[in-house]
């Protein structure tokens, strides 16, 4: 029998994979999956030939677009010469990636650990920063998703993290320079940046002594597009520096040019003193996550042995597609594609903050990008809360709906809307996709007004 006798339809495609697999954060009886077949750019299409403008790439890291071809061919070839390596064997693609991201990681993070994926990258950066200093409290951000796993859960902040605590000890949480939301109640007008003085006095609660890293997001990516102010990261460094604290920057989905810089912290050129990078670093083809580290903490380990270890650590396919992937980025200039288009998008964002009463706020750098919906402007009364469920998320389903049925494909959460394209977008797909929300968002508006 060949394969074209054997192919599924959409119909099979979709219920043999409920029926057989789980769905990520999901009730699997409510999951209705699009049954996706072939992709190329900015689009996708399902198993009917439906054809989506994917305004979310996939999840946030499909950086160079679908299918590019200098990647596919590279995983081929390697493929080919040789599929898999002992994690301690030296291969030229880890060798050659290890090269390049050296060369566009700022400052003197020159070295990398290679894992699978975000969350592996960040339980590493866990140990290793605990290893270097000697010391056990992680700070992160109430705000914030850092991944799945005991301890990347552990420094999550969302409602993700409810459900398997206990998990990691020593995670101590901070509020987050949510200027939309201020915690502390000021306006941009009249902040006094008690989102920075808070994290100082909590580091003397817990002892500055005890502390081994600050764990933040380059920008927060899915729980919101939460910019910082442009003091923010140069005053954080300041005070890792004050108290022998490493900085590090979880750069997952932020890196690889999403906001218009190879890395987030490139915008306020601050240098931490570990980078975890994982998603556009291959563009999602194949799975690579990695921390790559300061001088001073390589050196550390040149004498003390590093307690970390993956079997798939260095793996040659995807470090093949890392390589090509870096190399597209800089060849098609797609980093600078992404702060050009970028531009474009915050000013059709602002169109539609200013045209729908439903749009409270939007928040955009480079092609990272939020729409927040309110049921009231002045009192910035949400149209979901950030940990609903059921019958409060009703009116953003049925946004969802809206955008699929009308062939727009991108994440959506609480009341939240991402715009976080794939940056070889270009102006006129931005418009298109925009011409979509900007109907959908009619529905919100007749539902506040009701």
Not at 86 to 115: Q, W
Not at 234 to 251: A, F, N, Q, T
Not at 284 to 300: C, D, K, M, N, T
Not at 403 to 415: H, Q, S, V, Y
Request: with cysteine; proline share 5%; aromatic share 10%.
């Amino acid at each position: 029998m060949t394969n074209a006798q054997n192919k599924m339809n959409a119909e099979q495609i979709t219920r043999d994979s409920k029926e057989y697999t789980f769905f990520s954060w999901a009730v699997q009886s409510e999951v209705n999956p699009i049954p996706m077949e072939r992709a190329e750019g900015v689009y996708f299409w399902d198993a009917d030939g439906k054809k989506y403008l994917d305004f979310s790439s996939q999840l946030m890291n499909v950086n160079l677009g679908h299918q590019h071809p200098k990647v596919i061919q590279a995983i081929q070839d390697q493929a080919e010469a040789l599929c898999y390596s002992h994690p301690g064997m030296a291969t030229e693609p880890r060798a050659r990636l290890g090269k390049l991201l050296s060369e566009v990681t700022p400052g003197n993070l020159n070295k990398t650990f290679f894992c699978l994926g975000g969350a592996e990258a960040n339980e590493n950066a866990i140990k290793m920063a605990r290893m270097f200093t000697g010391r056990h409290k992680i700070l992160a951000q109430y705000i914030s998703y850092h991944g799945a796993t005991h301890g990347a859960i552990a420094m999550t902040g969302d409602n993700r993290r409810w459900a398997v605590e206990p998990t990691m000890p020593g995670v101590v949480h901070v509020l987050n320079p949510y200027c939309y939301r201020c915690p502390f109640g000021w306006t941009k007008d009249t902040c006094h940046r008690e989102c920075i003085a808070h994290i100082e006095e909590v580091i003397q609660y817990e002892g500055p002594d005890q502390i081994a890293a600050i764990f933040l997001e380059g920008v927060v990516g899915s729980n919101g597009i939460i910019v910082p102010p442009d003091d923010y990261w140069p005053r954080m460094r300041e005070i890792c520096d004050k108290y022998g604290i490493l900085l590090i920057s979880d750069e997952v989905m932020s890196g690889f040019g999403r906001t218009g810089k190879w890395f987030a912290v490139d915008n306020w050129d601050v240098t931490p003193d570990m980078i975890t990078f994982a998603k556009g670093v291959t563009s999602g083809y194949v799975p690579l996550g990695g921390v790559v580290v300061s001088e001073r903490i390589a050196q550390f380990f040149e004498n003390e042995k590093l307690w970390c270890g993956l079997t798939y650590s260095a793996h040659p396919l995807s470090c093949a597609a890392g390589v090509a992937a870096v190399q597209a980025y800089e060849e098609d200039g797609l980093i600078e594609n992404a702060a050009k288009v970028g531009t474009h998008l915050g000013k059709r964002l602002a169109e539609l903050k200013e045209d729908h009463p439903s749009v409270g706020d939007v928040r955009q750098i480079g092609l990272f990008s939020v729409i927040e919906v309110v049921k009231d402007k002045s009192t910035k009364e949400p149209s979901a809360t950030r940990n609903a469920s059921g019958d409060e998320l009703r009116t953003m389903n049925e946004i969802g709906r809206f955008l699929r049925d009308n062939g727009l494909f991108t994440f959506i959460k609480a009341n939240m809307i991402f715009v976080v394209p794939p940056l070889c977008i270009t102006k006129t797909q931005i418009d298109e996709g925009i011409e979509i929300i900007d109907r959908a968002l009619t529905i919100l508006d007749e539902a506040i007004q009701t």
